[in-house]
C-alpha cells in the first residue's frame, strides 16, 4: 500500500519557490518552508516587504552595474576611491567579498556573468562593451580581471584581455591562489588577499 505522505497544497508551492534559489535542493528548501511556517506573522511581513523592497528600489548603477538604491552606487560616488583602477568582476556579490579584505581601493565593473557557450552565454550578454566605453573615456592605467578560476571565468579573462589589448594600461588577473574551480563569493578572505597581492 502507498503511504507516501506530501505537504499540503500550499507549502509545497512554497517549497518549489524556495528551490529556485541558487543551490537549494528539495531537502534544504523543506526544511527553510516549514521553518518559516513556525515564525510569527510579524517577521513574515517584515520579510515580504523587504523582498518587494529590492525589486522597487534596488537597481543598476549606471556606471559599473553593482547593486545601487539610486543611478549610481556608493563606491563610484566615492571620491576617496582610486578612479585610475577598474576591477572587473562577473557578478555584484563578488565586489562584497573583494570589499571585505579590504585590501583594493579602487572601482569596480560587473559583467553580469561570464561567456558559457553551454548556458548560451555570449560576449554581447555580458557589459563588456560598457567596459570597453569607459576605459576609453575615463583616465583609466590599472584593470584587474578577477573572474573566478573557472573554464567559463577563465575564458571571460582571455576575451576581455583580447579586447583591451590595444589600450595603454596595465592588465592583470588575480593571482593562482584561488583554486582551479572556486567561485570568487566562496573564497575565504585570506585567499583573496593573497590572490591580489600576487596578481599576475
Not at 6 to 12: D, H, R
Not at 33 to 45: G, R
Request: charged fraction near 25%.
Amino acid at each position: 500500500m502507498n503511504r507516501k505522505i506530501t505537504p499540503p497544497a500550499s507549502v509545497n508551492e512554497l517549497i518549489e519557490d524556495i528551490r529556485l534559489l541558487p543551490g537549494v535542493g528539495r531537502k534544504t528548501a523543506t526544511r527553510y518552508a516549514y521553518w518559516l511556517i513556525n515564525q510569527e506573522q510579524s517577521y513574515l511581513t517584515k520579510l515580504a516587504k523587504e523582498i518587494h523592497k529590492i525589486k522597487t528600489l534596488v537597481r543598476q548603477c549606471k556606471i559599473c552595474y553593482n547593486t545601487a538604491e539610486g543611478d549610481i552606487c556608493s563606491i563610484c560616488n566615492n571620491e576617496l576611491r582610486n578612479t585610475g583602477s577598474i576591477c572587473v568582476v562577473e557578478y555584484a556579490e563578488d565586489i562584497l567579498q573583494i570589499e571585505r579584505t579590504e585590501i583594493y581601493n579602487g572601482r569596480y565593473h560587473v559583467l553580469g556573468g561570464v561567456i558559457d557557450p553551454l548556458k548560451a552565454s555570449q560576449p554581447e550578454d555580458l557589459h563588456i562593451t560598457e567596459l570597453l566605453h569607459r576605459v576609453t573615456n575615463e583616465q583609466i592605467q590599472d584593470i584587474i580581471i578577477a573572474t573566478s578560476p573557472t573554464a567559463q571565468g577563465d575564458r571571460t579573462a582571455q576575451y576581455i584581455r583580447q579586447q583591451l589589448k590595444e589600450f595603454k594600461c596595465n592588465i592583470s588577473s588575480l593571482g593562482r591562489g584561488l583554486a582551479n574551480g572556486t567561485l570568487l563569493e566562496y573564497v575565504d578572505q585570506d585567499t583573496l588577499i593573497a590572490a591580489f597581492k600576487n596578481r599576475r
